[in-house]
């Protein structure tokens, strides 16, 4: 992040790049992690469970609203400060 802030990269730069990348993974994660129980809907749908449905679609839809907030939440963090640090500094081998 600080070569790129040192080459002239805006700040807004890159928060985008940062939010963008969790983004992608996180959707990738997700579309996975649906996967499973779409596929394994059958198999479960007997005995695991007692009060929810394999394939509950509010249920998994909450989980994953709660796990990309996380996400794009952890990704953003660390990304504020490290746009206000000074690029010299991020630069300079100490």
């Given amino acids: 992040m ?4 040192a080459l002239g990269a805006a700040p807004s730069d890159l ?3 940062v939010m963008w ?3 992608r993974l996180t ?3 997700l579309a996975l992690g649906l996967a499973g129980p779409w596929l394994l809907a059958r198999v479960f ?8 449905e394999a394939w509950d ?3 998994l839809g909450q989980a994953a609203l709660v796990l990309l907030a996380v996400t794009l939440l952890a990704a953003f963090l660390p990304a504020r ?5 000074d690029p010299l ?3 300079r081998q100490d």
Avoid at 2 to 5: C, W
Avoid at 45 to 52: D, G, H, I, K, Q
């Fill in 2 to 5: 600080g070569i790129r802030l």
């Fill in 27 to 29: 959707a990738a994660g």
């Fill in 15 to 17: 928060y985008g790049l």
């Fill in 45 to 52: 749908s007997n005995s695991f469970l007692a009060t929810v």
């Fill in 21 to 23: 990348r969790a983004a």
């Fill in 81 to 85: 400060p490290a746009t206000r640090a």
């Fill in 89 to 91: 500094s991020a630069l």
């Fill in 57 to 59: 679609q509010v249920t």
